[in-house]
């Protein structure tokens, strides 16, 4: 451990020299205020000050005073050696920043004792700050991996949202298709209309045929005879034709038949889009649980870093006040619902 | 007989925890720095600024406090209350037996710490 001696007297500097270097100290020795100053102003400056207080250029106060209003959070910790001897002396010393107050002619023994303190509280502070840049560290990291996290929530609540409007879109592009198949239907069910008339068209043609085959026994000759022939070739004709629309019409009562069953499946299908909006709203509900739950983790986070902060104030160090910075969250607002 | 007034060894060996090697060193410090101290003493008292002569004198005093609250201490210890209190009238007086005791007091460490 290295400790500052500002002193001008040759002889404590020889005496604080040799006592530091036998109790295993390494001496650093400033004769005037200002030369100490250029060596306690540095951030890797002795942690240990023996001051005296009067001499030339800064005396010890200012000095004090000038290490306690550093912009660091290394702890210098200050002995004051002096002859001054009154109480208010004493007083100011400790007032200005000095840990210990030791009068000259030095009682080596009490000295030894008050580095030895000071040795104790510097490791304690060090350990402290190391401890409290630890836990700052894990914290902002920890806050960095939820931020990520919190990212990835949002990316999958996105997801489902998409998958969710495409399955929405297929549910109504299938009822877009059953409405023209509807169409389709009822234009077959005209043209089935039309082929009943043919069908009873076709009927009367051959009651038609038959009367004409009779009226042509009535006529002598040849021409009776062509005629007959002529007749039942008609009705011959009538009864294909009547055969023919019978099976067409057939053929269009299976299509509607389909067409019930086409139908019928609809009804499961919007049973099926219920379903995935279902399981869809109670995903959604997940996310925004994990998202509370984030957001006050964070919050904690947030929480115990400033108190980490506030610690490192009350305990003098000099920190720099950086807070975790703050992100709203989100998969609430970006998520739409059904 | 050593004159305990000049120069009680029990004192320092004491404070510096029965040291006397270090107690040597720094009596041989004191020796050798002991000239510029009085000229720094004498100078201040020529200009007669109190200023001046209460910061040598807290000084020479604080140097000889090493040593024990002999009789130098005590010449020492008054130019600097005086002087501290603006009082300079005394003060060529002072340093005449200032000397004299720390002439004494010298003579008394090269005999009882740096010869032994």
Redesign the interface.
């Known amino acids: 451990v290295r400790v500052l001696i500002a002193d001008d007297e040759p002889e404590a500097i020889t005496l604080l020299q040799k006592s530091l270097q036998e109790w295993g100290f390494e001496a650093v020795t400033c004769r005037s205020g200002d030369e100490a100053w250029e060596v306690l102003k540095e951030h890797d400056c002795p942690p240990i000050a023996i001051l005296d207080w009067m001499m030339p250029g800064k005396d010890g106060l200012e000095l004090a005073r000038l290490v306690r209003q550093k912009e660091s959070d290394d702890y210098v910790y200050i002995i004051f050696l002096t002859s001054k001897d009154r109480s208010e002396d004493v007083i100011s010393a400790l007032e200005a920043g000095a840990n210990s107050y030791v009068k000259k002619p030095v009682n080596l023994r009490e000295l030894h004792s008050y580095i030895n303190t000071g040795v104790m509280l510097i490791h304690y502070i060090q350990g402290r700050k190391q401890f409290s840049d630890n836990l700052k560290e894990k914290i902002t990291k920890l806050y960095e991996a939820m931020k990520i996290m919190k990212g990835s929530i949002t990316d999958l609540a996105s997801a489902t949202t998409i998958i969710n409007q495409k399955i929405k879109d297929l549910s109504g592009s299938y009822d877009h298709f059953l409405d023209m198949l509807n169409t389709f239907i009822e234009i077959i069910s005209e043209v089935s209309t039309k082929l009943a008339e043919m069908k009873t068209l076709s009927g009367q043609i051959n009651i038609i045929s038959i009367n004409a085959g009779i009226e042509s026994t009535r006529i002598k000759g040849s021409s009776g005879k062509g005629f007959a022939a002529v007749a039942n070739e008609i009705r011959q004709l009538a009864l294909v034709l009547k055969d023919y629309t019978k099976g067409i019409v057939s053929e269009l009562n299976k299509l509607e038949d389909s067409r019930t069953e086409i139908f019928g499946s609809k009804d499961v299908i919007h049973e099926d889009v219920r379903k995935t909006e279902e399981l869809f709203n109670v995903q959604r509900a997940e996310f925004d649980k994990l998202d509370a739950k984030m957001k006050n983790l964070s919050e904690e986070l947030r929480v115990l870093h400033q108190l980490s902060l506030d610690e490192d104030v009350k305990f003098g160090m000099k920190v720099e006040k950086k807070e975790l910075e703050v992100e709203e969250s989100s998969s609430s607002d970006e998520i739409e619902l059904f | 007989v050593a004159d305990k007034d000049v120069f009680n060894i029990e004192?320092?060996l004491?404070?510096?925890?029965n040291?006397m090697d270090?107690l040597k060193?720094?009596a041989q410090?004191?020796i050798?720095?002991c000239p510029h101290k009085l000229e720094t003493m004498r100078d201040a008292v020529a200009s007669g600024d109190a200023e001046r002569i209460h910061?040598a004198a807290?000084?020479f005093?604080?140097?000889i406090?090493?040593?024990?609250r002999n009789a130098a201490f005590h010449a020492a210890n008054k130019m600097n209350l005086d002087a501290r209190e603006g009082k300079t009238d005394t003060a060529a007086a002072d340093l005449q037996e200032l000397e004299h005791e720390v002439e004494q007091f010298i003579a008394a460490l090269r005999d009882q710490v740096l010869a032994a």
Do not use: M, Q, V
């Open positions: 004192e320092p004491k404070a510096l925890d040291n270090l060193d720094i410090t004191f050798d720095d910061r807290h000084s005093k604080g140097s406090s090493n040593f024990g």
